[in-house]
């Protein structure tokens, strides 16, 4: 984004190790690019590739910028023709009625999407910068008044640019794949609060101060969330399928971290359901050493929301700039600025390459990451120039950085990225136990649970349930429904299916010793369906002050067509702090024990005979399975896996033993066949 100051991530240099690297230094490796394709063929199986359509970029009539953007990347955003300064009008507008435009080169720009089939990503509705300051004032048409309006005023101003805006790009390109929009931008700083209020009327405003003109008239952020709602309200009725994001830059600085999380719990599928997906600038830089792990620890709480991921602003600079010396501290950037060296080019590629494997890390660990966006094309018409930020020079040449982007991905695994195709992720299968996820939280770490409503959620060692020495603690709630909330995985939890649950809770209320009060801990699932909010019991118990309870359901079925699927603990009865451990979730049937693992008191979980008085076919003792047939009787007997999939098979006659000795532990199902007559039942070897 133009006119902002980015602190730099902490990469480290050892990823530049093996990275070969291709021209403009000569003499070195290129690696091999699809025919006729580019980056978004090469990541097309994992998520799509896009760009920015840079400012500096006069119309449509550089061929070379075209086709070079045609080749390697399926979605764009503009990188300024969308934002308030540009597509607000102040002649005719009213309080609610924002005149709004389409630039030039926001029409060439969409033009060239629809023509070409790539996606678009719409960027920015509401933002403390590059937003005109006459918009801000009481008097919108009298600047010289300089008043701010009230918060009530300039609700009705956003819904109206918002909606105004939408249904114009919706008249004009009614075909325009619009997949995504960035509502709001930038409302937290690195620590997680909230900008200063202030810089209506005055040299300061949308300057690149951390001085917020939405944060002078409501006070704090709460306009965010007035913006997701129209937002959502008025796509609906133009680009219904579009996905609605907050962006922010140093989005791994933990303060930030934690305040994105917090709104996208509040507004996401587990709250108001109006927001969709966070949006991560990754303004990068290499001259700044250390590790990925703030990175990746942004990717893990962001995954741990549920919420659709987008890297939208992608760039790693050589240098730091001279004006940036609030965070800079080494590699100024000199002037004039000399040519990049072969080694600087080398650890650039090394870090993009860095940056790529977390993502698909991330992916395969089960982050919904959809897109992945470079802010431009060429170094000498990015904003950050000065750094030689991106994966071409002036020239058009691929940088290092480009083939080391290539070979990431093994060529096998490279697809066709027309249109924006993405594959599906691949169905989450469970482990040989039956287990979807068990959490003991003994790591340190939340496991991907949130704080429900005003809850905070913290891992502490005072307590602990069945084997454990650690738990989750809930506080801070300030109604009956705050609690410890995991949004459920769909590749894994599938609507229509059903699925065993459990979880260990326990409350206190200041007095540390038992008594006889008892209180209800509740487990419940959430979800959307037909466009609404339902809320199911799954499990709930009666249970003494500081005793631990199972809340337990070991065949639930999640409603067929149910979307944004939470699984949340809370008190309807009260607002005590409480803990939970041992959450498990896993295949339907399995019963599981307050340690969270398989409940270990029987082999056998179930039988089920399809002619009642009858003897079943088959019983289990240990590894042994003895056939109880009539003499004569062809029995046919198969052993399937938690996924479905038959593992071992066999035919008996009458009475006899089988040996299951070579399967490996884990949880089966065996089915047993004889003269129309079925036994199945669910064991586990160990």
Known sequence: MLRKIIAPLLVSSAVAVGIIVSAPCAGLSVYAQPAGGGLKDVYAKHFMIGTAWQWRVSGLSNTTYRSTLLRE???????????????????????????????????????????NNVGLRGHAFVWHQQTPNWFFYADMQNGSQNSPATAAVMNQRMESYIKNLLELIKREFPTLNLYAYDVVNEIFLDNGNARAGGGIGSATANNGTDQSPWVQIYGDNRFADSAFVYARKHAATTFPNMKLFYNDFNEYAAGKRQSMVTMANRLGPSGRGVMDGIGMQ???????????????????????????????????????????????????????????????????????????????SAKNAGANITSVSVWGVTDDRSWREWGSPLLFNSSFAKKPAYDSLVAVVP??????????IVVPPPVIEPDANGFYFRHTFEDGAAQGWAGRGDATVAVTNTHGAAGSTRS?????????????????????????SSYSFSVMAMYEDGRLTQDVRTDTIQLTMQYELNGTTHYSQVAAEQVM??????????????????????????????????????????????????????????????????????????????????????????????????????VASFKAQGSSALSLRKLPA????????????????????R
């Open 545 to 646: 002050v500081t005793s631990w309870v199972q809340l337990a359901n070991t065949n639930f079925a999640i409603p067929a067509g149910a979307t944004g699927v939470l699984l949340y603990v809370e008190m309807p009865n009260s607002l005590h702090n409480f803990y939970i451990d041992n959450a498990a979730g896993a295949v339907g049937g399995t019963r599981i024990g307050p340690d969270g693992t398989l409940n270990n008191t029987t082999n056998i979980y179930s039988v089920k005979n399809t002619a009642r008085g009858h003897t079943p076919l088959m019983t289990l003792k240990g590894r042994t399975l003895n056939i109880n047939a009539a003499d004569g009787s062809n029995v046919n007997v198969r052993v399937v896996n938690l996924t479905g999939k038959t």
């Open 282 to 360: 990754s303004h990068l830089s290499i001259t700044y050493p250390g590790p990925t792990n703030e990175y990746r620890a942004a990717l893990t709480a962001f995954r741990g929301t549920g919420m659709e991921i987008h890297v939208t602003e992608l760039d790693i600079t050589l240098y730091c700039h001279s004006s940036q010396t609030s965070w800079c501290n080494v590699d100024y950037a000199p002037n004039p600025l000399p040519a990049p060296t072969r080694a600087q080019l080398a650890t650039q590629g090394g870090r993009y390459a860095a940056i790529f494997r977390e993502l698909l």
């Open 73 to 115: 990347f399926n979605s764009v955003t503009h990188e300024d023709d969308l934002k308030p300064y540009a597509t607000m009008v102040r002649a005719g507008s009213a309080n609610n009625n924002i005149q709004v435009t389409l630039n030039s080169g926001a029409r060439q720009v969409m033009q060239f999407c629809v023509d």
């Open 666 to 685: 884990g949880a089966y199902i065996v089915e047993a066949k004889a003269n129309g007559r079925k036994t199945t039942q669910s064991v586990v070897l």
């Open 472 to 496: 989750l603690a809930v506080s801070g709630r300030t109604d009956n429904w705050n609690g410890a909330a995991l949004q459920l995985d769909g590749r894994a939890f599938v609507p229509g």
């Open 411 to 420: 060529q096998s695994d490279w697809g066709d990225g027309s249109g924006g």
